[in-house]
């Protein structure tokens, strides 16, 4: 993909954002929910700790898994709503007749919820002052964790007729990507059965982070299976969808 495609399209999915401007405060949601995390948990400890005794420092890992997420399901959902308007715009069949091939399109449809959702994590988790771990192995754990958003964006290409519906797919993986969470309350050879959610490989890699221990072989599962599961949600897209579009 030449310069000039990639700056044509960054400029229309700009468009669309200009013309929708909800969307665009969805991509800001991650970072505020990062400053209300770092200003409302140190509080609510206070509070628990003063009223019941309860310390929730021991669950800062949890929360920190769960807002490891945030920022690609939010992206992913912009992104996979973004694809819903070119598709009910008829812009696939339009880009027939430009340079642009299919290979080049779908991979900038994947790639720029990736960079973004990785990008975002990387900046917002700091910002929450939770759980803190080094660069070195934020950075990783971010990666894979961005696998979820071209995930999404492509589930709602597929799944989703439009945007009311999209609305209704989106409710449906947030809550199938936070059952890590509850798998991490089952003991440990047991809880790797949620490991067939993507989800679970960087948020448990985060745990392990944090704990001191190493990650690395749950980064390698979690490119797997995010990978395998990328790969099913390309080929459903391509046989629904960009075959009769293209």
Known sequence: MNAAVFRALIYADSRL???????????????????????????????LLAGTG???????????????????GMVGMVIGFLFLDERDARTLTALRT??????????????????????????????????????SSLLPIAIVAGFSAPLLTLVLAVAAPNKVAGFAVVKVMNAVNLLPVVASFVPRPLQ??????????????????????SFGAYLVLGTVVSGLALALAAWLLDRRLLRRAW
């Open 17 to 47: 954002l200009w013309r929708d401007p909800l969307l665009g405060w969805i991509l800001a949601l991650p970072i505020g929910l990062a400053l209300l995390l770092r200003a409302l948990i140190p509080r609510v400890q206070a509070e």
């Open 54 to 72: 309860f310390d929730l420092t021991p669950y800062h890992p949890l929360v920190m898994g769960g807002y490891l997420m945030t920022a690609p």
């Open 192 to 213: 790797f059965v949620a490991g067939l959610v993507p989800t679970y490989w960087p948020m448990r890699a985060l745990w392990s982070s944090a704990a001191g221990d």
């Open 98 to 135: 430009t340079p642009l091939s299919m290979r080049h399109y779908v991979a900038y449809r994947l790639a720029l919820p990736l960079l973004l959702g990785t990008a975002s994590t990387l900046i917002g988790y700091p910002l929450t002052g939770l759980t803190p771990i080094a660069f």
